[in-house]
């Protein structure tokens, strides 16, 4: 029997080659190739909200700019620069600001913003001169462009009491002048000013002190000398003693001083802000902050010739002369205690004008036109040698 010939088996196919892999470098390059094809009208759209957004912005400043022109035309052609200035109105406008805030932006950063709007506007009339401890770059000077803005002309003067003379000569609108440190205490300086002088306050300033090493080179090995404020050498005096125990320290009497003097030496640093840095063409010996307390804070002072009404939320100073005797600090407190005001600060300072007999540097929460603050004050008088109104004025505000 004849056997049926074999099928021929099928061909099986040929195998199909692999893909070549594409390099992850080239993978992540074709996806962003690709990707603003998708992205880019969604990202034109933003960008000219954005676009229509800063012409509003500019077109209301303008108008802004307008009506503060309109305020200072109504006030006269001779009223000069300190006339328009009015801290108050000021702190209103800011506590409002802070008060709408909803984000994303802080509340510092927002009244940034409108402290320099406010200070360019007020700054078509005439610029106010602003005295502070200089030389340029000091804290102090951070304290003048954080309460004034940038359109004041800040005027550096050598020492504390030189800015307590040209306010009080007319040469400068106002003053900043420090007046304690969250660590150190109470710049005593300021407060025996207050003693003789007969300006008054009319702000306050909390700047946050961050302080730095800083070089010309920007290296540790290289430091054997250290310029710095004496303030500012108790304030990092935990950093220099682990890092830099056998390094001279000159105290000089202002930090900016002192980077001036380190920016020509090639084995000195300087302890300062950053701005001082800038200012003198320091580098950062180590990137971060030596100070011993990371919140360290100054208190600054506005000095100026007048007192200013009410903001709503102020800061009344005094200063009581009493005689030395039993009881006296009682009668001196109980009255504000009475009405129900608040102490924030207390400093005794020995009186210039007679033996045994003190000066009381007195914080008070509330302003001089408050009825309780008079009946308190009233009923002061009769416990105390002397009472001077150092002012009235807005609380810092962030």
Not at 202 to 226: A, F, P, T
Request: proline share 6%.
């Amino acid at each position: 029997m004849a056997t049926k010939p074999a099928k021929p088996k099928a061909a099986k196919p040929a195998p199909t080659p692999p893909k070549a892999a594409v390099p992850a470098k080239k993978a992540k390059a074709a996806k962003r190739d690709t990707a603003p094809a998708v992205a880019a009208p969604v990202l034109s759209d933003v960008r000219a909200k954005i676009d229509h957004i800063d012409r509003s912005i500019q077109a209301l400043i303008a108008e802004r700019a307008n009506f503060a022109h309109q305020v200072g035309k109504a006030k006269g052609k001779l009223a000069a620069a300190v006339d328009y200035y009015r801290p108050e109105r000021e702190a209103q406008v800011l506590r409002m600001v802070v008060d709408r805030n909803e984000g994303p932006l802080s509340d510092e950063v927002l009244v940034h913003v409108y402290r320099e709007i406010m200070s360019a506007c007020l700054a078509q009339q005439e610029p106010l001169k602003i005295g502070y401890l200089g030389p340029e770059g000091t804290f102090s000077q951070q304290a003048v462009l954080k309460h004034f803005g940038r359109s004041a002309l800040g005027l550096p003067l050598a020492s504390i009491e030189e800015v307590f003379q040209e306010v009080e000569a007319g040469n400068a609108d106002f003053g900043v002048v420090p007046v304690e440190n969250s660590g150190q205490g109470t710049i005593q300086i300021t407060l025996d000013m207050f003693l003789t002088s007969n300006l008054k306050i009319c702000g306050e300033v909390e700047l946050r002190v961050q302080q730095y090493l800083m070089s010309r080179s920007g290296r540790l090995e290289d430091v054997e000398r250290v310029y710095g404020h004496p303030q500012s050498f108790m304030q990092t005096s935990s950093w220099l003693r682990a890092n830099l125990p056998k390094a001279e320290k000159v105290p000089v009497s202002s930090n900016a001083e002192g980077a001036r003097r380190a920016r020509n030496a090639d084995d000195a640093a300087a302890i300062g802000g950053e701005s001082a840095g800038h200012v003198y063409g320091l580098k950062k010996v180590v990137t971060k902050p030596i100070q011993n307390d990371a919140d360290n804070t100054t208190r600054f002072l506005v000095i100026g010739r007048n007192i200013f009404p009410t903001s709503g939320h102020d800061r009344t100073s005094v200063l009581v002369f009493i005689h030395d005797k039993p009881g006296a600090l009682f009668d001196v407190l109980s009255p504000f205690a009475r009405h129900g005001i608040s102490m924030n600060r207390i400093e005794s300072r020995p009186s210039h004008n007679a033996k045994w007999e003190y000066g009381f540097f007195i914080d008070l929460a509330g302003h001089v036109e408050d009825e309780a603050m008079q009946a308190a004050l009233a009923e002061l008088k009769a416990h105390s040698a002397q009472i001077k109104i150092l002012g009235s004025y807005p609380v810092a505000v962030p």
